[in-house]
T-cell receptor
Framework: GQQVMQIPQYQHVQEGEDFTTYCNSS?????IQWYKQRPGGHPVFLIQ?????EVKKQKRLTFQFGEAKKNSSLHITATQTTDVGTYFC??????????????FGSGTQLTVLP | EAQVTQNPRYLITVTGKKLTVTCSQN?????MSWYRQDPGLGLRQIYY???????DKGDVPEGYKVSRKEKRNFPLILESPSPNQTSLYFC?????????????FGPGTRLTVT
């Protein structure tokens, strides 16, 4: 079945440092979504990327979708303690045999040290 | 307020005792889904539903049942729970399974099976 690999699993940074998490899919994706889960909370939607090579920004967060639509990244510039949490990518495929299923990566747990 | 609710939030039960976790959304969403979250494995989809009376298996359906008799409700049933079903469960809904719609997650149900 489809797999979405996400690295790193854990990342500790000093406040003010940058952070990047990467997702790679075994198959071409129709789109990819990113979610953030605060400690003890539930995943919250951040953004969706659809087009090949797409780049979107949300303040200090930059999201990229690869040209082949098989990989994506989330980059946070100058991390703050409010960025703490686990970041998940979720890829969606369309195929003749299966319905439109969203497959989540394993997540990157970000710790920001003050 | 637009939301997804789950009940109970916490549940400790014994092996073999049937249980149901309820999920309800007030956003008139067609698509609903159940995930389980385990350390290092991210969110894995159990079952999903495209609409009323339409359900399909996700990645880890064994040991679970679902039903979708009403648009707003999507209960998760464990007929004979086992310790390997100890996990954090999330229900989610979205307005479409198509290109541009985010998933809204419930607060989660932490299940322990002894």
């Amino acid at each position: 079945g489809q797999q979405v690999m996400q690295i790193p699993q854990y990342q500790h940074v000093q406040e003010g440092e940058d952070f990047t998490t990467y997702c790679n899919s075994s198959t071409t994706l129709s789109n990819i979504q990113w979610y953030k889960q605060r400690p003890g909370g539930h995943p919250v939607f951040l953004i969706q990327l659809v087009k090949s090579g797409e780049v979107k920004k949300q303040k200090r967060l930059t999201f990229q979708f690869g040209e082949a639509k098989k990989n994506s990244s989330l980059h946070i510039t100058a991390t703050q303690t409010t960025d703490v949490g686990t970041y998940f990518c979720a890829g969606r495929i369309f195929s003749s045999g299966s319905a439109r299923q969203l497959t989540f990566g394993s997540g990157t747990q970000l710790t920001v040290l003050p | 307020e637009a939301q997804v609710t789950q009940n109970p939030r916490y549940l400790i039960t014994v092996t073999g005792k049937k249980l149901t976790v309820t999920c309800s959304q007030n956003m008139n969403h067609e698509y609903m889904s159940w995930y389980r979250q385990d350390p290092g494995l991210g969110l894995r989809q159990i079952y999903y539903s495209m609409n009323v009376e339409v359900t399909d298996k996700g990645d880890v359906p064994e040991g679970y049942k679902v039903s979708r008799k009403e648009k707003r409700n999507f209960p998760l049933i464990l007929e004979s729970p086992s310790p390997n079903q100890t996990s954090l469960y999330f229900c989610a809904s979205s307005s479409r399974t198509g290109f541009t719609y985010e998933q809204y997650f419930g607060p989660g149900t932490r299940l322990t099976v002894t």
